[in-house]
């Protein structure tokens, strides 16, 4: 029996640990395992190898991933969807994991309904937005990435007396700036999810700065698009020296965390086991300390929603 596995739309860190699983687990189980190149558009290319234990060997600490990752506007195409079905078959492949997010699945599930071909998609990616998990792959080391950045800014902020605006990732999803927020103690937080009284706000932080306070941290998610609006009303409204950072691709960066490597071995194991078992079209997520599997037609039409309490925790640098 052939597996494969692949990686598809943004790079996050747990991807190697959860590669180097796979082919561990598949030799494991008498699986033979194979990798896909570059995503979706390696899957349309032939980019398809049999994996080794060489070909993993000293990866578990790497960032990224050693079998590359695409963004395919092909694979929207029918007949290219056809030909990635076509190489499959040409290596006996009946299965496959895939490693990617919101985009990823809806390509997934396309793709399954299409094609007999059993598949799971393992959330990997730090925006950690699929819906019904509160963990995706990447957003562990992410967060401790922009954790350290924080701290960093925060030193130089309050020596300095400056305002520092830092926007995070997170597309339309808020988590990222708001967890960061809540750990590093900024001031200020812009989300998609919460409205912004810049009146309320503006009264508590000048009553703060006339009782000492003389430099502030803000969190934007990229999401709202506030970025230059917030450092532009911080210089005006509360006359302090404001400059901004945008963290970008850094997030994506560093080595996996000890959570991330636990967590990348466990997603891989229950997906092998239960595609040995039976012929699956479906992503497995993780909530409540529980792993389990959900349709992907479900998963494509639902949207993830912020924890209330996350939300409840910002309250007081929203207002």
């Known amino acids: 029996m052939s597996i494969a ?13 959860a590669i180097k699983s796979f082919v561990d687990y598949s030799y494991e189980k008498g699986l033979q395992p194979y990798f896909i190149y570059e995503g979706f558009e390696g899957l349309i290319d032939n980019k398809i190898k049999k994996a080794k234990h060489k070909d993993v060997a000293g990866i578990l600490h790497l960032g ?8 395919s506007k ?8 056809q030909r990635a079905y076509d190489n499959l078959k040409k290596y006996g492949i009946t299965k496959l994991i895939v490693l990617g997010g919101n985009g990823s699945f809806n390509a997934l599930k396309i793709f399954s309904q299409e094609f007999d071909i059993s598949v799971v998609g393992i959330p990997a990616t730090i925006d950690n937005d699929i819906y019904e998990s509160s963990y995706t792959l ?8 922009i954790k350290n950045a924080l701290d960093d800014i925060r030193n130089t902020s309050s020596s300095s007396k400056r305002a520092f605006v ?3 990732m997170g597309r339309d999803f808020g988590y990222l700036a708001a967890v960061s927020a809540i750990t590093s103690g900024a001031e200020i937080c812009l989300i998609p999810e919460i ?9 508590k932080l000048k009553k703060e700065i006339k009782n000492g306070r003389d430099y502030i941290l803000a969190l934007v ?7 230059e609006e917030l450092a532009l009303w911080i210089q005006t409204n509360l006359k302090m020296q404001t400059r901004k950072i945008v963290l970008g691709h850094l997030q994506r960066g560093g080595n996996p965390s000890v959570f991330e490597r636990r967590m990348a071995n466990e997603f891989v194991v229950y997906s092998i086991d239960k595609l040995r078992k039976e012929k699956m079209k479906s992503a497995i997520v993780y909530k409540n300390c529980k792993f389990k599997f959900i349709d992907l037609e479900t998963i494509s039409n639902k949207k993830q929603v912020l924890n209330k309490k996350i939300i409840k925790q910002l309250e007081h640098m929203v207002k």
Do not use: H, W
């Open 5 to 17: 596995i692949m990686c598809s739309g943004g790079d996050s860190c747990g991807m190697n640990p």
């Open 64 to 71: 990224g991933t050693i079998i590359k990752t695409s963004r």
């Open 74 to 81: 092909r694979f929207y195409e029918k007949e290219f969807r």
């Open 138 to 145: 990447g957003v562990d080391t992410a967060l401790n990435v």
């Open 166 to 168: 830092v926007e995070t």
């Open 195 to 203: 409205k912004i009284d810049y009146e309320s706000l503006e009264k």
């Open 221 to 227: 998610s990229e999401g709202t698009k506030q970025t």
